[in-house]
RNA sequence: GGCCCCAUCGUCUAGCGGCCUAGGAUGUCACCCUUUCAAGGUGAAGACACGGGUUCGAACCCCGUUGGGGCUACCA
C-alpha cells in the first residue's frame, strides 16, 4: 500500500465550531496540512456545523483565529472560496438530502418514523435484557409504498442506514492496516435526522467524494463509525480516498483523553489549558506549538526534535506515524518554546514581546525593548516571562525592593549601606559608564570592601531592579542610564535602617 | 457490559529478526561555567507489561493474559 494515491492529494481538516480550536484538533489539522504541503496538495477547511443544538455564530470566528495563529493556511474553505464549495455543511443541505434520497430509493437505507419515546422504550428494555442498546429496525421492514405515503403525508422522519444484517466490514487504514468488523454488531445508523440536517456519517461520505478528498486523516475517536462509512463509501459505489485515523492525545498522566469538560492538569496540579486561545494567550509561539504537535505521533526521521515546519512538510508522510495514544508532554512544549524563542532574531523577538508588554499595561518604548530583549531572550520559556523578568524597564515609577531584601548572604543592614553608598559613590565618578568599566569598578570594589561579587551585586541588583532575579545588573545599569542608576542606589542605601 | 484500537525509560520517541550489554529528547539529580535567573557544557539514574510459541537467533513475527485508551446519540 502507498500512501498516495493516483489522484492528486487533497486533504481536509473539517472541524464542527463549537468554540475554540482544541489542541488535539490543532494537531489533526497540522498533519492534514503537512501531509498536503509535501504532496503539493491541497488543503481544505470545512466547517461541520450540522448539528443545531451546538451552534455558536461567534465559533467559526474564533476556529478561522486559531488556525491563522498557527500558519495552517488552507487553500479551499470559508473566507478563502474554491471551486467545491460551499465548504459549511449548514449550506449544502441540498446535497445530503439528494444523497439521502437515492440510498433511500436504492434501497440502501430507510425511512424511520420511530418516535424519540418509543426509541427510548426500546433501548431500556434492550438494557434490561441485557442486551446491547440500539434500535430494533421497526421501520426497516416498512414497504416503499407506505414509507413513502407516510412521508407524503408530513409524518416526521429520520433516514437510517440499512446496515447488512450477517457478514463482515474489512476496513483498511493505512496505519493500521486490515480490521475486521462484524455487521451484525453495527447498527443502523441515524444518517438524516428529522430537522432535514444530516448526520456526522453521511455529511462526511458525501462531501469527502463531492470535494475529491483523496487522504482522511482524522482522530482514533472515529474508529468505531469506520465500517459505516466503509459501508456508505460501497452503498454509493465511489472510490475511497485513503483513510489514516490518528492517535489521540491523552492527559498528562495518560489517563482519559485531553477534553475542555475536564481540564488536564500535569504533575504539579497545574491546569493545562486545551483550547489553542489558551496558548496564545499564555505566550506560546505558533512555531513551538505545532514543532511540539508535530512530535507527538509523529517524528521526523533523524533525531533532531528542534524543526520548522518547512523542514516537517518536506519529510512528512504516513509511514512514521506511530499508532499508539500518547500524553501530553507539556514540559517539552516549555522547552521547545524556549528553543524557538532563542531561534528569533532579536528584532522579531521585540516585535512578538511589544503586544504583550502592552497587553500586561506597560507604555512600550521600543527603543529600550529592543535593548532589553536580547537580556531576556535566553531567560524565557514563554514570551509572557518578559513581564516578570523585565517589566520594570517599563513602569512609569519604580518599586523599590523591601529594604529587607538588601542584604545578601551573610550580609547585615549596615555593610549593606555601606556598599550601596559606596558603589553610588564609584559609579559615580566613572566617566565612561560602560559595560566593562562598571563591571571593573565594582569588582574592584567588592575587593576593597571584601565581599564576594556575588554580594555585592547581589545587593546592587535589588536596588536597580527591585527585583532578585532580573536582567544581568551592568546591561541593565547601561540600559537605566547612569542618572538613574545613581538614584535608585541612592535610595535603597536610605531605606536601610542602620543604628549607629 | 459489548465492539474496536493500542502497548520500549516518569513522559515524547528511535528500533521494523542478528548492528540492542536498546539510541535520542524532555524531565530529575550531580558537577562545570557564573553577578541573580536562565542559557550552555559534562555526567548519572531510568524502559522492551507478563506468559507461551515460531526461529540457529525476538523489543521486533504469532497466540493468550494483563494494562491503557476509544466508541457505544436524530453530537461531532
Partial sequence: MTDATSRPVRTRFA?????????????????????????????????????????????????VEALRWAGLQWDEGPEVGGQFGPYVQSERLAHYQQWARWLVDNDKAYRCFCSSERLKQ????????????????????????????????????????????????????????????????????????????????????????????????????????????????????????????????????????ISKRHPPVDKHGKTIPVMVHDYMRAGYLPEAMLNFLANIGWNFGD????????????????????????????????????????????????????????????????????????????????????????????????????????PQKKMDARQTRDALVAAAARLGELTDFSIEAQKLAMETLAQELGLSNSQLFGVLRVAITGQQVSTPLFETMDILGKDTSLERLKLAGESLLVQS
Fill in 15 to 63: 472541524p464542527s465550531p463549537t468554540g475554540s480550536l482544541h489542541i488535539g484538533g490543532l494537531r489533526t489539522a497540522l498533519f492534514n496540512w503537512l501531509f498536503a504541503r509535501h504532496h503539493n496538495g491541497s488543503f481544505i477547511l470545512r466547517i461541520e456545523d450540522t448539528d443545531q443544538e451546538r451552534y455558536d455564530a461567534t465559533a467559526l470566528q474564533t476556529l
Fill in 122 to 257: 426500546v433501548n431500556e428494555e434492550k438494557v434490561a435484557r441485557k442486551e446491547p442498546p440500539g434500535y430494533d429496525r421497526f421501520c426497516r421492514s416498512l414497504s416503499p409504498a407506505e414509507s413513502a405515503q407516510r412521508a407524503a403525508n408530513g409524518e416526521s422522519y429520520v433516514v437510517r442506514f440499512k446496515t447488512p444484517l450477517d457478514g463482515q466490514t474489512v476496513v483498511q487504514d493505512w496505519i493500521r492496516g486490515e480490521s475486521v468488523f462484524e455487521n451484525a454488531n453495527q447498527q443502523d445508523a441515524v444518517l438524516l435526522k428529522s430537522d432535514g440536517f444530516p448526520t456526522y456519517h453521511l455529511a462526511v461520505v458525501v462531501d469527502d467524494h463531492l470535494m475529491q478528498i483523496s487522504h482522511v486523516m482524522r482522530a482514533v475517536e472515529w474508529f468505531p463509525s469506520f465500517p459505516l462509512h466503509w459501508q456508505l463509501w460501497d452503498a454509493f459505489g465511489w472510490e475511497k480516498p485513503v483513510f489514516a485515523h490518528l492517535p489521540v492525545m491523552l492527559n498528562p498522566n495518560g489517563k482519559g483523553k
Fill in 303 to 406: 533525531e533532531r526534535e528542534v524543526f520548522t515546519m518547512v523542514e516537517a512538510i518536506e519529510r512528512f508522510d504516513l509511514t512514521r506515524i506511530n499508532p499508539a495514544n500518547s500524553a501530553f508532554p507539556t514540559e517539552k512544549l516549555d522547552w521547545l518554546n524556549g528553543e524557538h524563542i532563542r531561534l528569533l532574531s532579536p528584532e522579531e523577538l521585540a516585535r512578538r514581546l511589544k503586544p504583550v508588554l502592552e497587553a500586561a499595561g506597560f507604555e512600550v518604548n521600543v527603543e529600550v525593548l529592543l535593548k532589553v530583549t536580547p537580556l531576556v531572550q535566553v531567560r524565557m520559556k514563554s514570551l509572557s516571562d518578559v513581564v516578570e523578568i523585565a517589566g520594570f524597564f517599563f513602569r512609569e515609577t519604580f518599586i523599590p525592593a523591601a529594604p529587607e531584601k538588601l
